[in-house]
């Protein structure tokens, strides 16, 4: 029997309210930094030069996205990680259920022959965010 994985999102309300309050602070963060750019702009195309703060606020934004990108492409991973086995599992009970035999074996092979081809989808896109975050990581 295949060993079965958490959900990479988690469980449970306490989590998923805790998720949802980090995604609001992380809107109102970017909010709060969108507002910021667009002053800065608008200083610049009034040939405002730019401030040392302003060079400050670009390199932390810019050090902010670089860490939520990883953050996103981490949670991509597991996530296509998690459908692939699920596809995986699917399959193989739909391949149970045609070896019993039955009016409907054709059916679910193919079924199982969709869920194979799913996982490995799930898998080749894994490999590519995996591919991704080490070149983001190394530069």
């Known amino acids: 029997m295949q060993e079965r994985?958490?959900?990479?999102?988690?469980?449970?309300?306490?989590?998923r309210r805790t998720r949802t309050e980090r995604a609001r602070?992380?809107?109102r963060g970017a909010g709060a930094r969108a507002a910021e750019l667009r002053q800065r702009q608008l200083r610049l195309r009034d040939g405002t030069p730019s401030t040392p703060e302003d060079v400050a606020a670009a390199r932390q934004a810019a050090a902010l996205g670089?860490?939520?990108?990883?953050?996103a492409l981490e949670h991509s991973i597991a996530a296509h990680e998690f459908a692939a086995e699920a596809h995986d599992r699917v399959a193989h009970y739909l391949e149970q259920l045609a070896r019993s035999g039955g009016p409907?074996?054709?059916?679910?092979?193919?079924?199982?022959h969709h869920h194979r081809a799913a996982a490995m989808a799930d898998r080749d896109a894994e490999e590519a965010d995996q591919r991704l975050l080490r070149d983001q990581r190394s530069g």
């Open 5 to 15: 994985r958490a959900d990479p999102a988690g469980d449970g309300d306490e989590q």
């Open 25 to 27: 602070e992380r809107g």
């Open 66 to 71: 670089l860490e939520r990108a990883e953050e």
């Open 104 to 112: 409907q074996v054709d059916r679910w092979l193919l079924k199982a």
